[in-house]
Nanobody, 122 residues
Framework: QVQLVESGGGLVQPGGSLRLSCAAS????????MGWYRQAPGKQRELVAA???????NYADSVKGRFTISRDNAKNTVYLQMSSLKPEDTAVYYC????????????????WGQGTQVTVSS
């Protein structure tokens, strides 16, 4: 099993910044794609940003220019730096990772974090 643990959520005023972190643990061989999703009350979960194993990022139009995704492969960790936050960014943010685990055999995995609340309000 691969577990993901998120941190960094909280309450912030409009225009403020937050940095989310998500660390993976377990018998990991390789992590390919890493991503951040969010789900606001009454809405479907949506992709916010993703990053490939080579470091190429992809962003939802709503966060381009404000959010930055990065990864530290040595720490099996993905980050989301959020700036110029807006009330519409309020949601539970989830990280997602996919790759391979195992020692003798390479077993594909896909895991979700438990979610961290981000609230943007004055």
């Amino acid at each position: 099993q691969v577990q993901l643990v998120e941190s960094g959520g909280g309450l912030v005023q409009p225009g403020g910044s937050l940095r989310l972190s998500c660390a993976a643990s377990g018998n990991i061989f390789r992590i390919n794609d890493m991503g951040w999703y969010r789900q606001a009350p009454g809405k479907q979960r949506e992709l916010v940003a993703a990053i490939t194993s080579g470091g190429s990022p992809n962003y939802a139009d709503s966060v381009k220019g404000r959010f930055t995704i990065s990864r530290d492969n040595a720490k099996n960790t993905v980050y989301l730096q959020m700036s110029s936050l807006k009330p519409e960014d309020t949601a539970v943010y989830y990280c997602n990772m996919a790759g391979y685990r195992g020692s003798s055999y390479r077993i594909p995995f896909g895991s979700w974090g438990q979610g961290t609340q981000v609230t943007v309000s004055s």
